[in-house]
């Protein structure tokens, strides 16, 4: 059996999410490439060998350019801030290695483009976690539209929401621009983003307008290292600090295709923990997805006879007709947040053996199609302005 040394630079939040699906992707499901957890990166105060012995990397480092350039490594995986994608994923290019990244590919549109260059230009394979994809009700959704069962797409309709961002949290990475790029927008719209071009095979091709906003403007210096969720555990300081990037930004987009479409990111949204959804209108029927009730997609069939035209509640568990879900568990015994994760792994190692995904996968040319939409949006709120996708490349 062919296997990959995989290297995971970083062990917060994502590291958490990524080790767990690298320790569960070969028993789980039958890739073709089995991975091998070698070595994980984490700086020397979170104590790297702990969370090595915990999570069942056979190595743990301090130091990431070491770890990158090592023989022994055959896949690099990213999941530092957004600012270190650039310089991490760029090291394991030139290494000529694979390299899988988080979301958003990169904290600026330049970074960006330098990755897809780079990669393009050594012939690697490239990944990027847009995990949201590798849900079993996204993918069906991606599935129905393809199949023509919900005719041309009028609306699209996007939001995320999360309420973690309040006064008390201390300015973590998440909320310095040299660090992140921006704030809600690059955590949240970037997701949504990809899941809308993802689900209607369309690219946003104009931002009709935008706006952004920082509620809070200034928040304590934080104390202690990353402590494994977005914000849990982070303590803050006497001394204060200024956020530079947005708590929100709306934006109105077309899509290729015509349709027209909102997005909403926000991290203020009380009551709103991880309210990832989206609703597509098309000329036979519609569809709706609520993270939070991740296992199912709501589905209007406009083609019934009238009389018996309604929502469907579909549960996406059925093994063999629902995607991945045929390698967990029986129907409805229901799948959660991590699942997507090692669903996406799953098929980072098909690729890697030569096989298509299960569900198209992007890499960095088709996350930087995505940032160029962040970017435009940007550019539109800032500029208050009709911007053209045509404008920034
Ligand atoms: N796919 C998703 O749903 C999802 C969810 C959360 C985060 N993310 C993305 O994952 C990446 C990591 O986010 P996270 O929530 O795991 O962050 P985190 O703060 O929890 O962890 C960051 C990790 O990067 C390491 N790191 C390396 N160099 C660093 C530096 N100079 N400063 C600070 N940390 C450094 C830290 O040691 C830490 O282990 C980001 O790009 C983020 O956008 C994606």
């Known amino acids: ?29 039958k890739p073709p490439v089995q991975a091998v957890m070698h070595t994980v990166f984490g700086q020397a105060e979170e104590n790297p060998a702990a969370f090595a012995a915990n999570w069942g990397w056979q190595h743990a480092a301090t130091d990431w350019e070491a770890v990158v350039r090592s023989p022994e490594i055959g896949l690099v995986d990213v999941v530092t801030p957004n600012y270190m994608h650039a310089p991490v994923a760029k090291a394991a290019i030139a290494a ?6 988080e979301k958003p590919i990169a904290g600026s549109l330049a970074d960006a483009r330098a990755m897809v260059e780079a990669a393009r230009k050594a012939g690697v394979k490239t990944f990027v976690w847009f995990n949201y994809r590798r849900c079993p009700a996204v993918g069906l959704a991606h599935q129905l539209v393809k199949q ?6 009028r609306h699209v309709r996007a939001a995320y929401w999360q309420d973690w961002a309040g006064g008390a949290v201390p300015l973590l990475w998440r909320f310095d621009k040299n660090l992140a790029g921006s704030g809600a927008h690059g955590d949240l719209n970037a997701h949504i983003i990809d899941v809308t071009r993802f689900v209607t095979g369309q690219e946003i091709v104009e931002i009709a307008g935008a706006i952004a ?16 969720g977005i914000a849990a555990g982070r303590a803050g300081t006497a001394a204060k600090g200024r956020v530079t990037v947005d708590d929100t930004v709306l934006f109105l987009a077309r899509f290729s295709g015509g349709a027209v479409a909102s997005f909403e990111a926000a991290r203020q949204a009380t009551g709103n923990q991880n309210r990832n959804t989206f609703e597509l209108n098309g000329t036979k029927g519609s569809v709706k997805f609520d993270f939070e009730r991740m296992n199912e997609l709501e589905y209007y069939d406009a083609t019934l006879p009238r009389a018996v035209q309604g929502w469907s509640t579909l549960m996406c568990t059925h093994g063999g007709d629902h995607p991945y879900v045929a390698n967990w568990w029986p129907d409805a015994h229901i799948i959660g947040y991590e699942h997507g994760f090692t669903n996406q792994a799953y098929d980072i190692l098909r690729v890697l053996g030569g096989q298509e995904p299960t569900l198209p996968i ?10 160029r939409v962040l970017e435009a949006a940007l ?8 911007v053209k996708l045509d404008e920034v490349q």
């Open 362 to 371: 992007p890499d960095f040319n088709d996350a930087y199609q995505t940032q």
């Open 148 to 153: 023509g069962k919900l005719g041309e797409i």
């Open 1 to 29: 059996m062919a296997k990959v040394n995989v290297a995971l630079i970083g062990q917060g939040f994502m590291g958490r999410s990524h080790s767990n699906a690298w320790g569960q992707v070969n028993k789980f499901f």
């Open 96 to 101: 000529g290695k694979p390299c899988a990244c």
């Open 213 to 228: 906003e920082t509620f809070i403007k200034e928040r304590t210096l934080p104390a202690g290292v990353a402590a494994g």
């Open 379 to 386: 550019i539109s709120a800032s500029e208050r302005r009709m």
